[in-house]
C-alpha cells in the first residue's frame, strides 16, 4: 500500500525553524509533483509550497514567500519543507500531497493532487 508520511511537526517559538519532511513509502515519487497544503483550525486547507516533478520550477504561497523554502531528494524518495521566521499564523496541521500534473507544473490547488499524506501538527507559540 502506498503512503505519503509526513514527519517534523513540533511546537517552535516565534522567529524558530522547522523542516517538515515527507516520505513515499511503496512507491517513487519522482514522476510525481509534490506540495505542502496547511490547515489550521476552522479554515479551508491552503496550499503552502510545490515543486515540479522535475524539481525544476517551485511555487510558493504569497505569506511564505521568503521564509519557506521547498526542496526534494529523489533517491530519498522524499520532499521538504524548511521553515523559518515562523509566525502565529503558520500554526496548523501541514499535508503533503502527489499530483500527477505534468513535469513543470507547480500548483497549489487541493483539487489538482491525487495523493495525501495525514498531516503533521505545527504549533507557533511562546
Known amino acids: 500500500q502506498w503512503q505519503l508520511v509526513e514527519s517534523g511537526g513540533a511546537l517552535v517559538q516565534p522567529g524558530g525553524s522547522l523542516r517538515l519532511s515527507c516520505t513515499g513509502s511503496?512507491?517513487?515519487?519522482?514522476?510525481?509533483?509534490l506540495g505542502w497544503f496547511r490547515q489550521a483550525p476552522g479554515k479551508e486547507r491552503e496550499g503552502v509550497s510545490s515543486?515540479?516533478?522535475?524539481?525544476?520550477?517551485?511555487n510558493y504561497a504569497d505569506s511564505v514567500k521568503g521564509r519557506f523554502t521547498i526542496s526534494r531528494d529523489n533517491a530519498k524518495n522524499t520532499v521538504y519543507l524548511q521553515m523559518n521566521s515562523l509566525k502565529a499564523e503558520d500554526t496548523a496541521v501541514y499535508y503533503c500531497?502527489?499530483?500527477?500534473?505534468?513535469?513543470?507544473?507547480?500548483?497549489?490547488?487541493?483539487?489538482?493532487?491525487?495523493?495525501w499524506g495525514q498531516g503533521t501538527q505545527v504549533t507557533v507559540s511562546s
Open positions: 515543486i515540479s516533478s522535475s524539481g525544476d520550477n517551485t
Open positions: 500531497a502527489a499530483s500527477l500534473s505534468p513535469v513543470w507544473a507547480t500548483p497549489l490547488e487541493a483539487e489538482k493532487y491525487d495523493y
Open positions: 511503496g512507491r517513487t515519487l519522482e514522476h510525481y509533483g
